[in-house]
């Protein structure tokens, strides 16, 4: 094997690592999207479990005191859903930069394997060619040596 098949190999192999780094990245990534959206599905749970728990209260009627804690209390669970809410579209933006470095090491890797596969064509083709040249020769001379041998 020469130098540069050698040297294209290694850059594939390298390429081939930094695929897999990037798609574990990325696969963290949407680990982080998926938690976070459970965190809100649970904030929302939350808020509609208190909401029915104190809807019984509510109707029957609340010291303003009581009213106002649950006001409070609502507005503190919404600020965290909406908060969350942000936390999601982060992560969603670290999924988009973390989809684009992966998409751009496996065009890297896709192109490494392109020019091996190129070489192994253009080495395969010189090795027909030096093939038929031999067999081409040996023609050539196994006719000449018929002429001789038969006149």
Do not use: P
């Not at 939350?46 to 649950?70: C, I, P, W």
């Not at 496996?106 to 067999?135: D, G």
Request: net charge positive; charged share 30%; aromatic share 8%.
């Amino acid at each position: 094997m020469s130098y540069s098949s050698q040297a294209m190999l290694l850059l594939l192999k390298l390429a081939k690592r930094e695929v897999d780094v990037a798609a574990e990245q990325l696969a963290k990534a949407h680990r982080a999207v998926n938690e976070s959206k459970a965190q809100k599905e649970q904030l929302l749970f939350y808020r509609h479990e208190y909401v029915v728990k104190n809807a019984v209260r509510l109707s029957q009627g609340m010291t303003v005191t009581d009213l106002q804690n649950f006001q409070t209390f609502l507005d503190s669970i919404d600020s965290a859903i909406t908060t969350q809410e942000s936390v999601i579209e982060q992560y969603h933006e670290v999924v988009k930069q973390h989809m684009k470095f992966w998409q751009a090491c496996e065009a890297k890797k896709r192109k490494y394997e392109i020019l091996i596969e190129k070489n192994v064509q253009e080495k395969r083709a010189l090795e027909k060619k030096s093939e038929q040249k031999l067999m081409d020769e040996f023609a050539i001379t196994h006719r000449q040596f018929q002429a001789v041998v038969f006149h």
